[in-house]
């Protein structure tokens, strides 16, 4: 065999492997939108099993296709195998090309996949896993035209590939993490202090408006966005934090049990706020117990000379300030260390008074919305003041506080109408608290949702609460997904919203186009909870 004729044989063996990396796109935003976990893919793709695996089977067949007619080229002309088997390759590739632009479409997803270099050791993985199979047919003297049956099951090999380079990416994170550690070890020798903040739902919003208070005196850096996990925290100390810094805001994000424990081994914060317990991230968490233990374990996790704030919320946040044996504030009802009188609430913001237990008095003005924020502002507020920083500068941080992307921000349409977008919350308690912000609205008012996800068997019964909770406020209904929204529609019905009030779209880009038609000036319109909508 020449060397070109078995060039063509490589080319024809490889093919079906080099296009699935290329289909491969919208399955590797699976991989990033469940942050790189491997039940929360394989719930994607259960979820999504029909997007997942139609491309791989239609280009399957496609290759097997070419692949029969490359097998007949090369035997029945191998002068020209070398030229017509590229041709063949590069028809592939094309195909591949093809159908990657109509299962992952850029400017359609809300988060579009990142190429990081974590991404780029995945493909490379999944590239060796393709070749590894290749060379199992070609051993057991197999036809190449087998190999066209491997992009039929690409969510598996990618699966197979986040088996195997995960060693890899844990030792890649342990070493951040170390040179992160040792940056925060080195800065705490010149009086920096870590602050840790943790919770079911508000720690962003809770640690922006720490930010903002602390910054009114003292040098602070906060984690950026969300930025909430071990990775995230590390880039954000290595890069950002220097020897000016008096205090370090982590932000403390949990999906399973361990999580909270791992941060906090990382981080040893000194100060911890924790400003709720709710069913958020139930279905990978199994149980609400377990969420607060989870939760809890950054309180668990102060020094002695620590000191915590918590939410009086009767319930599970007030029980882990009971518990709680070191220094500590509670904030909320008349007579905690810190209480809210005199609130006015306002489509724009509010106005307040920040009581305290000392008997000091002073009024606040804020642009956040909704009552749920005058209990994230009292949080925020109790620990500035522990960490010294005077009332006056309280209030003047909060007049500069600009509400959070996606979080209860509010702004005019083009069209003329209203958008409260809380896209970004996504768990019943916050639905709730949107739900009363828009209520304060006159005019027609307009839910959209796609729903609750990652709470398990208390999904459905989630949604159908949802239902009747927007039926007692809202007089239209616009639900995302219609298997999903079942649910929800069930409750909106048994509510007595009128069926012709409720429209169910595919999409959220579909019910845009029926929202920019049909709604404007008088109208105000939700956008509550997007996370199931990035998989759509």
Not at 197 to 217: P, R
Not at 288 to 297: C, L, M, V, Y
Not at 396 to 406: M, R
Not at 474 to 498: D, Y
Request: hydrophobic share 45%; glycine share 8%.
């Amino acid at each position: 065999m020449n060397f070109f004729l078995a060039l063509a044989y490589v080319l024809l063996w490889l093919a079906p492997v080099t296009g699935m990396l290329i289909l491969a796109r919208q399955i590797m935003q699976f991989v990033q939108l469940s942050s790189y976990q491997f039940g929360g893919f394989l719930r994607t793709v259960r979820r999504r099993a029909l997007h997942s695996f139609w491309p791989g089977a239609a280009f399957s067949l496609a290759s097997i296709i070419l692949l029969l007619i490359g097998l007949l080229i090369v035997q029945a002309s191998p002068a020209l195998a070398f030229v017509l088997s590229l041709f063949v390759f590069i028809l592939l590739q094309f195909l591949a090309y093809l159908l990657s632009l109509v299962t992952y479409r850029e400017k359609a997803v809300k988060v579009p996949l990142v190429m990081t270099a974590r991404i780029k050791r995945l493909y490379v993985t999944l590239f060796l896993v393709g070749v590894a199979l290749v060379c199992l047919l070609y051993c057991n003297r197999l036809s190449f035209v087998l190999s066209g049956f491997i992009p039929l099951l690409t969510p598996l090999w990618v699966l197979i590939a986040m088996l195997l380079v995960w060693p890899l990416e844990k030792g890649i994170q342990m070493l951040y993490r170390l040179d992160a550690r040792r940056v925060l070890s080195v800065y705490r020798k010149s009086g920096l202090e870590v602050i840790g903040i943790t919770g079911s739902y508000g720690k962003t919003t809770v640690k922006n408006l720490l930010y903002a208070m602390l910054s009114q005196s003292q040098p602070t850096l906060a984690s950026p966005a969300s930025v909430n996990t071990p990775m995230g925290l590390s880039r954000c100390i290595r890069e950002e934090l220097g020897p000016e810094h008096r205090f370090f805001i982590a932000e403390m994000g949990a999906r399973h049990p361990q999580d909270i424990r791992v941060l906090c081994r990382f981080v040893r914060p000194k100060y911890g706020i924790l400003t709720s317990i709710g069913p958020q991230h139930l279905e990978t968490m199994k149980s609400i117990e377990r969420i607060a233990s989870t939760k809890t374990d950054l309180i668990r996790a102060l020094p002695g000379d620590g000191f915590a704030v918590f939410h009086n919320d009767g319930k599970r946040v007030s029980e882990a300030w009971g518990k709680a044996e070191i220094g500590k504030a509670i904030v909320g009802n008349p007579g905690d260390d810190l209480w809210a009188e005199d609130v006015i609430l306002t489509t724009k913001g509010a106005t307040f008074t920040i009581c305290r237990n000392t008997s000091e008095r002073w009024p606040v003005t804020t642009r956040l919305s909704g009552e749920h924020n005058i209990t994230n502002i009292l949080l925020a507020a109790a620990m500035a003041l522990h960490l010294g920083i005077s009332p006056d500068k309280i209030a003047q941080a909060l007049t500069e506080v600009a509400p959070i992307a996606s979080r209860l921000q509010t702004y005019i349409h083009q069209k003329g109408y209203t958008a409260i977008n809380n896209g970004f919350n996504s768990n019943p308690d916050s639905s709730k608290k949107a739900l009363e912000v828009l209520a304060a609205h006159p005019g027609r008012l307009i839910v959209v949702t796609p729903g609750f996800i990652e709470l398990g068997r208390h999904e459905a019964s989630a949604n159908r609460r949802l239902g009747n909770d927007i039926a007692a406020v809202a007089q239209i209904a616009i639900l995302i997904g219609e298997k999903h929204t079942r649910p929800i529609k069930e409750g909106l019905l048994e509510s007595g919203m009128p069926e012709d009030s409720i429209h169910v779209f595919p999409s959220l880009a579909l019910a845009n186009e029926y929202i920019s038609e049909t709604f404007g000036l008088g109208d105000v319109i939700l956008y509550e909870n997007d996370l199931p909508d990035h998989y759509a």
